[in-house]
C-alpha cells in the first residue's frame, strides 16, 4: 500500500511529459470489458497534474473531454496527448460542454468556481470531485477552516449549492492512474463518498469503465477522509479499503 504523491515540479513540466510518453502509453479499450456507458461529455475544470492525468484516461476511452483552466491556451500539449476527443477551452466554455464535470483544483479556488458557476454546475447529474485542501499548497488556515466546517465534502456541498457531487480520486496520485488502471488481478479500489444516489451511480459506472474499484465510503460528510493522508488514501485493493471504512467514525 503505497500513498504516491510525488509531483513534478510544474504543471508544464507534467504536461510536457505527458506529451513526450503519448505515444507509449498503452491504451486499454474499456469499452470492451463488458461496460455499456455511453460516451458522455466530460469537462475537466482545472487541468493540472491530476485533472490532466483523470482526463486523459476518459479521452483515451473515447469520451469527448474538455480540458480547462483560466490559460487554455497552454493546455495545447495535453490535448495533443490525450487525443482527437480531447480539446481545450476556458471554465466557463468547460462548464457549458460537460455533462460531467471532474473538479480538480486547488482547494481555494473551489468557492469562486462556486460564485462564477454554481448555478450552472447544479444542474449537472455528476460532479467529480477530486479537489483537496492541502496544508503545504494552500496554507494551515484554509485547512483549519474546512475541517472545521466537517471537511471538505459537506464545503464543496456548501460552495456549490445544490451540485450532486461526488468525492473521488482524492489521494490516488497523478503519476499512477494511467498505471493502475485495468491492472491484472484485483483492481484497486477508489473511496468515492456521495448523498445523491444518482450522482453515486454515475460515478461508479465512469470509475469501472477507467479500470478501478468504486469503494462507497459513506455520505459527504464522510468526504472527510477522501484527502492524502488517511488510512483510505493511496493505493488499496476494494477488500482493504472496505475493512478500513469500516473503522472510520
Ligand atoms: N497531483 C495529484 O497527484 C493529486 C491527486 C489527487 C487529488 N489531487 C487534487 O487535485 C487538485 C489539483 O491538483 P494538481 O496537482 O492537479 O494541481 P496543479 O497541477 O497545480 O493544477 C491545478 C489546476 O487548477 C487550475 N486552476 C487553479 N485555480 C483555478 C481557478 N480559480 N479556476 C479554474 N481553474 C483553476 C490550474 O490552471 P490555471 O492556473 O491555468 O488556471 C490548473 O489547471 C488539488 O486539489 C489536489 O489536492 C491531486
Known amino acids: 500500500m503505497t500513498n504516491d504523491f510525488s509531483f513534478p515540479a510544474s504543471r508544464r513540466k507534467f504536461v510536457t511529459i505527458l506529451a513526450a510518453t503519448a505515444s507509449t502509453i498503452p491504451i486499454t479499450a474499456a469499452l470492451g470489458q463488458g461496460s455499456s456507458l455511453s460516451k458522455m461529455k466530460i469537462a475537466t475544470i482545472g487541468a493540472g497534474r491530476e485533472g490532466g492525468a483523470l482526463g486523459t484516461l476518459f479521452a483515451k476511452l473515447g469520451h469527448p473531454v474538455m480540458f480547462s483552466s483560466r490559460h487554455p491556451e497552454e493546455l495545447k500539449a495535453l490535448v495533443a496527448a490525450a487525443g482527437p476527443t480531447a480539446s481545450a477551452g476556458t471554465t466557463a466554455e468547460a462548464v457549458a460542454f460537460g455533462e460531467v464535470i471532474f ?139 472496505r475493512t478500513i471504512a469500516a473503522t472510520l467514525t
Request: proline share 12%; no cysteine; aromatic share 4%.
Open 103 to 241: 473538479l480538480v483544483v486547488p482547494y481555494p479556488a473551489v468557492e469562486q468556481i462556486g460564485k462564477d458557476f454554481g448555478p450552472a454546475l447544479a444542474k449537472k447529474p455528476l460532479i467529480l470531485d477530486a479537489s483537496n485542501p492541502i496544508p503545504a499548497r494552500d496554507g494551515q488556515e484554509i485547512v483549519s477552516q474546512v475541517a472545521a466546517q466537517g471537511g471538505p465534502g459537506l464545503v464543496t456541498q456548501k460552495l456549490l449549492p445544490g451540485s450532486k457531487i461526488v468525492r473521488a480520486f482524492n489521494a490516488i496520485s497523478y503519476a499512477t492512474l494511467e498505471q493502475n488502471a485495468h491492472r491484472p488481478g484485483e483492481p484497486v479500489g477508489v473511496p468515492i463518498a456521495g448523498d445523491d444516489p444518482k450522482a453515486i451511480d454515475l460515478a461508479n459506472r465512469l470509475i469501472k469503465e477507467a479500470g478501478y474499484e468504486p469503494v462507497l465510503i459513506g455520505d459527504l460528510a464522510k468526504g472527510k477522509y477522501l484527502v492524502p493522508g488517511t488510512p483510505v488514501a493511496g493505493i488499496h485493493t476494494p477488500t482493504e479499503l
